[in-house]
Nanobody, 124 residues
Framework: QVQLLDSGGGLLQAGDPLRLSCATS????????MGWSRQAPGKARELVAS????????YYSNPVKGRFTIYRDNAKNTTYLKMNTRKPEDTAVYYC?????????????????WGQGTQVTVSA
């Protein structure tokens, strides 16, 4: 059974860089697309970034485009979300997930395995 472990969150200033990590255990997900979603208090979960299995295609939602970078290291079974610049509105619990497809899945229903989440809090 595959498990995803999210880590790297914390309380930081808006200008500080931050990298979230998603480690896979149980079996390899190197052929699966991966994604990062977030859920802020009182809001629905939203997909912010996804990457295909070969790491040569990626997708970003408009709120994070140009500020976040998703990448993966299949040899380490780990997917990352680098938050290059952050805003207070990026405060949320961030979840990584594996897709049922190998491509850049852009809908939550295309993901069937989720991490436990890691809290990111951005102060102004």
């Amino acid at each position: 059974q595959v498990q995803l472990l999210d880590s790297g969150g914390g309380l930081l200033q808006a200008g500080d860089p931050l990298r979230l990590s998603c480690a896979t255990s149980g079996r390899t997900l190197s052929l699966n697309g991966m994604g990062w979603s977030r859920q802020a208090p009182g809001k629905a979960r939203e997909l912010v970034a996804s990457i295909n299995w070969r790491a040569d295609l990626s997708y970003y939602s408009n709120p994070v485009k140009g500020r976040f970078t998703i990448y993966r290291d299949n040899a380490k079974n780990t997917t990352y979300l680098k938050m290059n610049t952050r805003k207070p509105e990026d405060t949320a619990v961030y979840y990584c997930a594996s897709s049922i497809y190998s491509t850049t899945s852009t809908q939550s229903k295309q993901y069937n395995c989720w991490g436990q989440g890691t809290q990111v809090t951005v102060s102004a």
